[in-house]
T-cell receptor, first 111, second 114 residues
Framework: QKEVEQNSGPLSVPEGAIASLNCTYS??????FFWYRQYSGKSPELIMS????GDKEDGRFTAQLNKASQYVSLLIRDSQPSDSATYLC???????????FGQGTELSVKP | DVKVTQSSRYLVKRTGEKVFLECVQD?????MFWYRQDPGLGLRLIYF???????EKGDIPEGYSVSREKKERFSLILESASTNQTSMYLC?????????????FGPGTRLLVL
């Protein structure tokens, strides 16, 4: 079983819709959770971090964490074509430890 | 803003050459990491460092070594480059602490070994 799992996609949504990206992880003791956006040919860019159960909102982005169910999700409201990228979920199994990355979900926002 | 810089964006080397990739961060982060990223294989950790002169092997350390003489600088060395080391190399640095850990990536170095 992979430690961090994401649907590879591609996930296609129309412009203006809500894009929902999901991630599950296997280590129940994981402490910190991150979402990165990666455009083709570029390096990953941190867009959200979340450390406790519940929702965290930043502009059009909302991260949701449910430690009991071991999943973390990212919602993108009012999706724009510029949101088209691969989204990487990353989990820190313990404080200060190395991040475990999922394989990424490719998102395509159609005008 | 956190800045992680890498010495080269693109690099072309020949098989057998010794290759140095350098990474510098300006935020006094304790932890630094080197990854490679290949299509279909995702991000794979090569080496990481928790402090100056400290290093730990990641998932794929074979054929690589690292050096961390100063806190802000973490170098990746390909002792004798091979064609299967053609890849995108990404450096990252990270601050630690409960509830505030964040990891930032540099722009990446795309290495081609001929």
């Amino acid at each position: 079983q992979k430690e961090v799992e994401q649907n590879s996609g591609p996930l296609s949504v129309p412009e203006g819709a809500i894009a929902s990206l999901n991630c599950t992880y296997s280590d129940r003791g994981s402490q910190s959770f991150f979402w990165y956006r990666q455009y083709s040919g570029k390096s990953p860019e941190l867009i959200m971090s979340i450390y406790s159960n519940g929702d965290k909102e930043d502009g059009r982005f909302t991260a949701q964490l449910n430690k009991a169910s071991q999943y973390v999700s990212l919602l993108i409201r009012d999706s724009q074509p510029s949101d088209s990228a691969t989204y990487l979920c990353a989990v820190a199994p313990n404080q200060g430890g190395k991040l475990i990355f999922g394989q990424g979900t490719e998102l395509s926002v159609k005008p | 803003d956190v800045k992680v810089t890498q010495s080269s964006r693109y690099l072309v080397k020949r098989t057998g050459e010794k290759v140095f990739l350098e990474c510098v961060q300006d935020m006094d982060h304790e932890n630094m990491f080197w990854y490679r990223q290949d299509p279909g294989l995702g991000l794979r950790l090569i080496y990481f460092s928790y402090d100056v002169k400290m290093k730990e092997k990641g998932d794929i350390p074979e054929g690589y070594s690292v050096s961390r003489e100063k806190k802000e600088r973490f170098s990746l060395i390909l002792e004798s480059a091979s064609t299967n080391q053609t890849s995108m190399y990404l450096c990252a640095s990270r601050t630690t602490g409960a509830g505030r850990e964040t990891q930032y990536f540099g722009p990446g170095t795309r290495l081609l070994v001929l």
